[in-house]
């Protein structure tokens, strides 16, 4: 039985270490080059380790690539998880979510396009691609019920990320909010009343 005050292996903790620098080292990479980019031997350059350690722990291009849209993927879950089961206007969390894509999320933005969009001709990345408008879905069906209005809010998620990403410039939470309404089905402002 493993008693819970006994220390950490250390040989898991440094393995641990290890994979999230290699796949630290292929997001920059992504990031920089591209996807096209990506090898064993660039990742290992950035990491600042010998190829054959990378090897050693991703054994193939997809495992490493996987690993790497794995990393972006879980923390877009963790986000959206968090708009699901906060209070607030989820579609206003969603348009926060997506404007990071022009500003401090940009790198890991960019990253999880690039990659997403290799898993059309990599089909080992596909099932970790399909995650964003699988999350993005899951937040709808808490707003809808309606297919094509949840359809219509993945659609323009995606939409707005790509044009926040290809624009490069500040993007506006007011106007990705009422495009989320509008796809949503709920773009009426509410009646001014005049007393």
């Known amino acids: 039985m493993n ?12 393995g641990s270490k290890r994979r999230a620098e290699i796949i630290e080292a292929t ?4 990031t920089r080059d591209g996807a096209a980019g990506v090898t064993h031997r660039t990742v290992a350059k950035q990491a600042g380790m010998t190829t054959s350690l990378s090897t050693y722990y991703f054994a193939t291009l997809d495992d490493l690539l996987v690993a790497a849209l794995s ?3 879980d923390a877009y879950t963790a986000r959206i998880r968090a708009i699901i089961d906060g209070p607030g206007d989820k579609l206003r969390g969603l348009a926060e979510l997506i404007v990071e894509s022009a500003g401090p999320g940009r790198e890991r933005a960019l990253a999880e ?8 001709r990599r ?3 596909a099932p970790v691609a399909r995650r964003w408008r699988e999350n993005v879905a899951e937040l709808a069906t808490t707003l809808t019920d309606d297919p094509t209005a949840i359809a219509a809010i993945v659609a323009a998620s995606d939409g707005l990320c790509t044009a926040i990403l290809i ?5 506006d939470i007011e106007y990705v909010h009422r495009v989320l309404r509008r796809a949503l089905g709920t773009h009426r402002e509410a009646p001014t009343t005049t007393r």
């Open 27 to 30: 997001l920059a990479v992504v």
């Open 113 to 120: 396009r690039e990659l997403s969009t290799l898993a059309a």
């Open 167 to 171: 624009d490069n410039v500040p993007a």
């Open 71 to 73: 990393s972006v993927a």
């Open 123 to 125: 089909p080992a990345l």
């Open 3 to 14: 008693d819970e005050s006994e220390p950490v292996d250390g040989r898991r903790a440094r």
